[in-house]
């Protein structure tokens, strides 16, 4: 079982940056994907990236590509994701979550995080 909890959101004008954490605790983590998703108001959550726990492999959304980057610290089990040149439509609720197979369908993921909360101003 992994357990995620999130942290890092808040209000920034657009254009700005923020950094979102998210602590891992469990067992085996290099089996695991680790992965970040948002979802806007009155929109489904859509997968944004995604690193492996092992490997270090990862992809991201073309919307956040050269803005947004996920990175791990196996030493203090922590996922983060570098959010630059924030846009309003970035605006949404960002979960981290932890599956063992790779998929943009947040059904096929196993653990979340509560979420936290990034709105960006014009």
């Known amino acids: 079982q992994v357990q995620l909890v999130e942290s890092g959101g808040g209000l920034v004008q657009a254009g700005g940056s923020l950094r979102l954490s998210c602590a891992v605790s469990?067992?085996?983590?290099?089996?695991?994907?680790m992965g970040w998703f948002r979802q806007a108001p009155g929109k489904e959550r859509e997968f944004v990236l995604y690193i492996s726990w092992g490997s270090g492999n990862t992809y991201c959304v073309d919307s956040v590509k050269g803005r947004f980057t996920i990175s791990r610290d196996t030493a203090k089990n922590t996922l983060s994701l570098q959010m630059n040149s924030l846009q309003p439509e970035d605006t949404a609720v960002y979960y981290c979550a932890a599956g063992g197979k790779l998929s943009s369908s947040p059904s096929l993921w196993d653990y979340w995080g509560q979420g936290t909360q990034v709105t960006v101003s014009t």
């Open positions: 469990g067992r085996n983590l290099r089996n695991y994907i």
